[in-house]
């Protein structure tokens, strides 16, 4: 049975190898697309990471397909619909790396609230050890607003309580046992924007959720309020985050994640694009502006990317595939 994996990593091979002697393993540099699945039309198993778009084309260029591992706990990447119609089983990694993408929250919260990327260009283009245009805030007393309360977003709470923060949280699944025992309140998410002085969000990209963070309630955000984004991009209309940063209505924004990153990438590489490949050329622009702005902190979606998750998540994989060829499949979507 052949399980072919894409974008993984020479450690990544080697565990794989190890530990799954039942697949004739293949490795595939590339992500995936409709060109390379044809070449490999007798995979059973395929293995794909985020940015990796399956589409029912891919799906049908793969006749014996029966399983994709998706090594990500999001899989909006992934054409759900049409797999089912396939009977192709969908298996994600739920959870990884809960503490570490909380970490890394704070990160680009101090990063913001201290001027350290400020501080660091300012040090790197004049040797300028003025303090004028440095003087930062505490995050202490200060309010946090987290949207939504899964893993990370516990996570993120239990940090800022540690800083002495205040915290508002919201959630379609309110957990008021977690809110009384780590000491804060949920309430709609208008009313959190109105009251906190840094949002962060921790929401699953969803239909519903696209455009969680948009031009009608941005402008309910206190003024001078900051936005920090690790979960996804389209979480966050960006035409209206450009304009609350450019206009004040936002002091600042820290994102590991963009509307259009998966097109920002795919340029990254090609240096050009291909007609038809960027599919908003608006938001496209856009995000480039904000990578550009300089109250504005852009990561390429690092967030989760330290040793202990990236292990994580392979064992986990590994685990899904055993499970799915043992017939007891697991942490399927």
Known sequence: MKAVFFEVTDKEKEYISANLPETENVFVAEKINEENAATIREAKIISVFVGHDVTGAVMDALPNLSLIAARSTGFDHIDLEHARAKNIAVANVPAYGSRTVAEFT???????????????????????????????????????????????????????????????AADIKPDENFAAEAGFQYMPLEELLKNSDIISLHAPYLP???????????????????????????????????????????????????????????????????????????????????????????????????????????????????????ATPQNLV
């Open 208 to 326: 519903e959720t696209k455009h969680l963070i948009n031009s009608d309630n941005i402008q309910l955000m206190k003024k001078g309020a900051y936005l920090i984004n690790t979960a996804r991009g389209e979480l966050v209309e960006t035409d209206a985050l450009l304009k609350a940063l450019t206009t004040g209505q936002l002091a600042g924004a820290g994102l590991d994640v963009l509307e259009s990153e998966r097109q920002l990438k795919e340029e990254a590489e090609l240096l050009t694009y291909q007609p038809g490949q960027i599919k908003d050329f608006k938001t496209l622009s856009e995000d480039h502006i904000l990578i550009n702005m300089p109250q504005v902190v852009v990561t390429p979606h690092i967030a989760f990317c330290t040793a202990q998750a990236r292990e994580e998540i392979i064992k986990t994989t590994v685990e899904n595939i055993k499970s799915f060829l043992a």
């Open 106 to 168: 704070f990160g680009l919260m101090l990063t913001l609230s201290r001027k350290i990327f400020s501080a660091r260009r300012q040090m790197l283009e004049s040797e300028d050890f003025s303090m004028e245009k440095l003087e930062g805030f505490d995050l202490k007393d200060k309010t946090l607003g987290v949207v939504g309360t899964g893993r990370i977003g516990r996570n993120v709470i239990k940090i800022a309580r540690a800083f002495e923060m205040n915290v508002l």
